[in-house]
């Protein structure tokens, strides 16, 4: 063993090395200062360091916009520009933009910015004012890190409103730098946007037209109709308004206005706006909607369906949309994965909600579908669409008084609704009750001489109480209206026992509809 040092020794080699460090940190020689200050908190606080860098932003809800003009009659302009800012954000492919239903549940909420963060799933928010003078808009928004509520940006924009298209397209691109850095490297995702100027009186009726479409009734629907029009003669060039109409006709279609005169109005309307701007999503949409609920044309629905989500992956109704033609082809899994898209970025909205239910309906799993159609009505105990849902999961499952109960709410809720009747009546039909049927036949019958009703609701009660002919009878009238709930025949489960018929098979063979055994 080697023999020890001396104390001594030891001692004064540990004091040059002191000294030497001293010399170093003084007179930062060789800049060997720096050197160990970084060397030393690369060392010692890595792992602090790494925990405590922000994480980019990938997603973002465009909270209500607050007018600034004291006049509540406006509220529709600055409903409207939180709009078209939500969907001029989707177009950067690489950042989530929450839908506007559900960022709007938080107009005028007492909420903080982590509440709302969480709720909706977001990194960041937006908020900001709006204010219009004479023909001028004023803009002022900010971003919020939802997790910390730190203020992380703002920005002011003021426009002549004929320039209203600019100045929201440069209040999207200067928002999508600051959550995702330069967008430069990913311009080849980036659509191009129809800039050019917009009357501003055509652009006011188009917020108001979007401001009843978005209460989804049918006066509502009716009302936008009217606004979309008067834009389209105060600028005949106007894209979105076009989009706009095809959008409130498809959804009056075959409930409230006869299929063939709906879809050739939606048509009409969504082919000339995709004639202004073919890279507006909604149009494509629209166009989509219109071959698979009327013309019943499988690939070119699909083909275009796909297009309008690449274009906008957030537009969640696109989606929702793409999940009922694939529901309608039987491929079950796939329109369950666009169900869930839908709703990841729209997550409070009733009507996808919904949706996503009867996906999980689809596979059976009505555990989930029963779950999430109580939630649905927790958020709003008047949906009807979510009494349908629920009824329709307890149907499926044979548990007819339960169905009947929701199916009893939907009418209470909507008394001359005939989708609502037609499931009570058929609910009732296969329930053994035809007495009660037989009622609601009567009812439907008495509701057609006032307004219209499918001849599929008809062929609905019919299935219920087991009359063969009759349901052929009704189903051939819808084919040859063309109804749009024909696109959904051979998954229906309440036609399931007319499909031993040949007539079943021969209205499919002449629609073209796949065969699958999973609606069997």
Wanted: glycine share 4%; charged share 20%; aromatic share 10%.
């Amino acid at each position: 063993m080697p023999p020890p040092r001396s104390f001594a020794w030891s001692l004064g080699l540990v004091l040059a090395i002191v000294a030497l460090a001293g010399v170093v940190l003084v007179f930062n020689v060789a800049r060997e200062r720096d050197r160990l200050f970084v060397l030393f908190r690369s060392t010692k606080n890595a792992s602090v360091a790494v925990a405590s860098a922000p994480r980019p932003p990938h997603s973002i809800a465009v909270l209500p916009l607050q007018n600034l003009s004291n006049n509540p009659a406006e509220d529709y302009f600055a409903d409207g520009m939180t709009d078209e800012l939500t969907t001029d954000l989707a177009q950067f492919g690489s950042l989530r933009v929450i839908s506007r239903t559900s960022a709007m549940h938080y107009k005028g909420a007492n909420k903080t910015a982590p509440e709302i963060g969480r709720a909706l799933g977001v990194d960041t928010l937006m908020e900001g004012t709006v204010e219009r003078v004479r023909n001028r808009v004023r803009i002022r928004v900010q971003l919020i890190d939802s997790a910390s509520d730190r203020h992380l940006w703002a920005r002011s924009y003021d426009y002549e409103l004929k320039n209203v298209l600019v100045l929201q397209s440069a209040a999207a691109r200067d928002i999508a730098e600051e959550i995702q850095g330069k967008v430069t490297s990913s311009q080849s995702d980036l659509r191009p946007v129809n800039l050019n100027p917009v009357k501003p009186g055509a652009y006011e009726d188009y917020l108001k037209g979007r401001y009843f479409w978005n209460k989804r009734t049918e006066d509502g629907l009716k009302k936008s109709i009217e606004y979309f029009e008067q834009a389209i003669s105060q600028d005949p060039n106007f894209a979105a308004a076009y989009a706009g109409m095809a959008d409130s006709y498809s959804i009056l279609g075959s409930d409230v206005l006869s299929a063939r005169v709906a879809s050739s109005k939606a048509r009409v309307a969504a082919t000339k706006a995709l004639e202004l701007d073919p890279t507006i999503a909604e149009g494509h949409a629209e166009l989509a909607l219109v071959e698979f609920y009327y013309d019943w044309d499988w690939v070119r629905s699909e083909r275009e369906f796909r297009h309008a989500i690449e274009l906008n992956p957030s537009y969640a109704i696109a989606h929702q949309w793409y999940s009922y033609y694939l529901s309608a082809m039987g491929r079950f899994p796939e329109a369950l994965e666009q169900a869930r898209l839908a709703e990841q970025i729209d997550p409070l909205s009733l009507s996808i909600n919904t949706t996503l239910a009867g996906r999980y309906r689809d596979l059976g799993e009505y555990v989930q579908a029963i779950d999430i159609s109580r939630r649905t009505l927790e958020m709003d105990p008047n949906f009807v669409p979510a009494h349908f849902a629920l009824g329709a999961a307890y149907e499926d499952q044979g548990l007819w008084p339960q169905a009947i109960l929701e199916y009893q709410k939907a009418v209470n809720l909507s008394p001359n609704s005939p989708p609502a009747l037609a499931s009570l009546g058929s609910a009732y039909g296969y329930s053994g009750n035809r007495d009660a049927a037989r009622k609601v036949l009567a009812t439907l019958q008495d509701e057609a001489k006032q307004h219209y009703v499918s001849a599929f609701d008809m062929a609905a009660v019919f299935a219920g109480m087991g009359d063969s002919d009759d349901v052929f009878h009704w189903l051939g009238k819808a084919y040859a209206e063309r109804e749009s709930q024909m696109a959904f025949l051979n998954v229906s489960r309440r036609f399931s026992s007319m499909r031993s018929d040949p007539r079943f098979a021969d209205l499919l063979h002449r629609m073209n509809l796949p065969a699958h055994p999973a609606a069997n």
